[in-house]
């Protein structure tokens, strides 16, 4: 909070585990601008940007293990404006496969698109019930790994129109999650979100 409120980077020396698809190629340590902290489904996270990238990076408190407050001061004036950009691209905080933004369309059985009606999901949502009561909810976002597990938590009231990507990622974590229960194979950490 200091370091955000006199504009101060901070040295993220040690980070542990990946909340919010850090790429595998961040290293530490690293310098980090820090803007906001953001509450987030019950964690609290520190958004800034990567001083040496020139990118945004949403980091749960709890992850940083180590670090070192410095006195370096840095103008956050445009890095606000392009952090409310960024925001507003992603579907929750975790950080998108990619830099495109794609039209999505999500159908619901009748009674949990009812449920979806009364929550705010994404600025850009628009839910129309159809003529069968099934609603039909529409973003503008792009595609990242809490998107994808927001749809898992609907079940078998949820179907992706479209994209095609995003139906062929919900279809190869489903088939994914069913081998390894037909397989009895141990689990392992897999964010299949991570950029390399």
């Given at each position: 909070i200091w370091s955000i409120q006199?504009?101060?980077?901070?040295?993220?020396?040690?980070?542990?585990?990946?909340?919010?698809?850090?790429?595998?190629?961040?290293?530490?340590?690293?310098?980090?601008?820090?803007l906001q902290v953001l509450y987030h489904r019950g964690v609290i996270y520190l958004s800034g940007f990567m001083k040496e990238k020139g990118k945004m990076m949403i980091i749960a408190l709890n992850q940083i293990k180590k670090y070192h407050l410095t006195n370096n001061m840095f103008d956050n004036n445009k890095l606000l404006a392009a952090l409310e950009n960024e925001m507003q691209n992603r579907f929750g905080i975790t950080a998108n496969m990619d830099h495109k933004i794609y039209d999505i369309e999500?159908?619901?059985?009748?009674?949990?698109?009812?449920?979806i009606t009364h929550h705010f999901w994404h600025?850009?949502?628009?839910?129309?019930q159809q003529e069968n009561g099934n609603y039909l909810m529409k973003l503008r976002c792009g595609i990242n790994r809490e998107l994808v597990r927001w749809i898992f938590q609907w079940m078998n009231n949820v179907r992706v129109i479209k994209p095609p990507l995003l139906q062929e990622l919900v279809l190869a974590k489903y088939k994914e999650i069913i081998q390894d229960i037909e397989?009895?194979?141990?689990?392992v950490s897999n964010n299949f979100f991570r950029k390399e």
């Open positions: 006199n504009k101060r980077e901070i040295e993220l020396l040690e980070v542990d585990d990946d909340y919010t698809s850090i790429p595998k190629s961040i290293q530490y340590p690293l310098v980090f601008l820090p999500i159908e619901f059985s009748e009674f949990t698109g009812e449920f600025h850009s949502q628009s839910i129309t397989t009895e194979k141990p689990l």
